[in-house]
């Protein structure tokens, strides 16, 4: 419980921003909440559970860190997080609920960004950004603020999909940023981008090539070397181009 | 020799202490009882879409 004072300033700092503390002990309720909550004062998320069994580790304290999938993307000490590495961690991270009491004439915008329809957030909040009430003014800031990092966030995840010319995971991105911000131009430009991929040939080889990729990779391992060597050359000449070849690349490569 | 034993031990203490490895999905656990948590959260996936620094702590 040493390191509590720690993980309540990144708490303090970043939960806001996305990042949760979520600390989990097996111990009695009643101990948790006396010693940690009431005792060590944490602000951080606390949990009981006996995850012993699906989290092995020697040392205790022991954390990961799970990105927005739920994926491990770091293991090790508590007092080892810092600034910098949060910083990255939530740079392109989609904000999320907004929790925070905001001045009435905001809580229209509020709420419909809470349900996921951000065009119609951003159209509500627009007129408070020149409000002559200082505290309107600053509320409708501080949402506006969310709205365009989540506009953000959409957009960057976009982006990363269409380098990487993974179009099978990008149209449904697309469709729903087409969704979430309707009504704006923002919305309509996904909604066409969404229409231009899923009629596009790359869209279609990339759609095949996800389902093959599928079937053929976890057959692999049951095949001799030269055999596996022989699917992998052809998936990568049927499916040029696409993620999976360069997957099938990879295993390739390793074959040899 | 002893270089070789110390490294197999490292080796050994590596994956014994986090059998969790990089890209791994975090296996989903339900909160028996939770404190400050997410409004609503009920499991270890009700976090999804954000960012979260799992840790297992014991009193000492």
Request: neutral net charge; aromatic residues 8%.
């Amino acid at each position: 419980m040493r390191g509590v004072p720690h993980l309540n300033e990144l708490n303090k700092k970043y939960r806001e921003r996305g990042f949760e503390i979520v600390a989990v002990s097996s111990e009695a309720a009643g101990t948790i909440e006396d010693k940690m909550v009431k005792g060590a004062s944490a602000s951080f998320g606390v949990v009981k559970a006996d995850i012993a069994a699906l989290y092995q580790t020697n040392g205790i304290p022991h954390g990961w860190v799970l990105d927005a999938e739920g994926k491990c993307i770091w293991e090790g000490h508590p007092a080892q997080l810092n600034d910098a590495q949060i910083e990255e961690w939530i740079k392109d991270l989609a904000p999320g609920k907004i929790t925070r009491e905001v001045q009435k004439p905001l809580k229209a915008s509020v709420e419909a960004y809470n349900k996921g329809q951000f065009g119609k957030a951003f159209e509500a909040v627009a007129e408070h950004l020149t409000s002559e009430d200082a505290k309107v003014k600053a509320d409708a800031e501080y949402v506006n603020g969310v709205i365009e990092k989540r506009k953000a966030a959409g957009e960057a995840k976009a982006k990363k999909l269409r380098d990487a010319g993974d179009l099978v995971k990008l149209l449904p991105v697309l469709e729903e940023e087409a969704k979430g911000w309707e009504g704006s131009e923002y919305g309509k430009a996904c909604g066409d981008e969404a229409k231009t991929v899923k009629a596009s040939k790359e869209y279609k080889l990339c759609a095949k090539a996800a389902d093959a990729w599928a079937k053929l990779e976890p057959k692999l391992n049951d095949l001799a070397d030269d055999k596996a060597a022989k699917a992998l050359e052809k998936f990568i000449k049927d499916f040029a181009g696409t993620p999976q070849a360069k997957l099938a690349e990879e295993r390739l490569k390793d074959l040899k | 020799m002893k270089t070789m034993f110390l490294a197999a031990c490292l080796a050994l203490y590596a994956t014994t202490l986090a059998a969790m490895d990089k890209g791994e999905e975090a296996p989903n656990f339900k909160f028996e009882a939770s404190w400050n948590t997410l409004p609503g959260a009920k499991q270890l996936t009700d976090y999804r879409g954000r960012i979260v620094f799992l840790e297992i702590w014991k009193i000492h």
